[in-house]
């Protein structure tokens, strides 16, 4: 039997790209470009797999730079998931 989980990249979204990484100032950018329209969102994982934060970006198109505020958050690696919640890009993230 074949436990494999397939993972469907989104693929209307190019240059995903998270700065500064590693992040010391508890602020971190999140870029993208989409090619149409799409509604997305951000989730923000810890280590162990625990939802730590969620942003709901909405309608979106184009090039978009979003600053997302860490605080909350210990240092750490974090993932970091763009979806629009069928297909996903995921990227790490240390916090210092």
């Not at 240059?15 to 470009?33: C, D, G, L």
């Not at 997305?40 to 969620?54: F, H």
């Not at 730079?65 to 990227?91: C, F, H, K, V, W």
């Amino acid at each position: 039997m074949d436990n494999s989980v397939a993972v469907k990249e989104l693929s209307d979204v190019t240059n995903y790209v998270i700065f500064p990484n590693p992040t010391p100032n508890k602020m971190v950018n999140i870029s993208f470009t989409t090619s149409r329209t799409t509604d997305l969102s951000i989730s923000i994982y810890n280590s162990v797999g625990q939802n730590v934060k969620s942003v709901q970006l909405g309608q979106v198109n184009g090039n978009i730079n979003t600053p997302i505020s860490l605080n909350a958050l210990d240092a750490g690696m974090y993932l970091i998931e763009l979806t629009d919640g069928q297909r996903t890009i995921t990227q790490s993230l240390i916090v210092r």
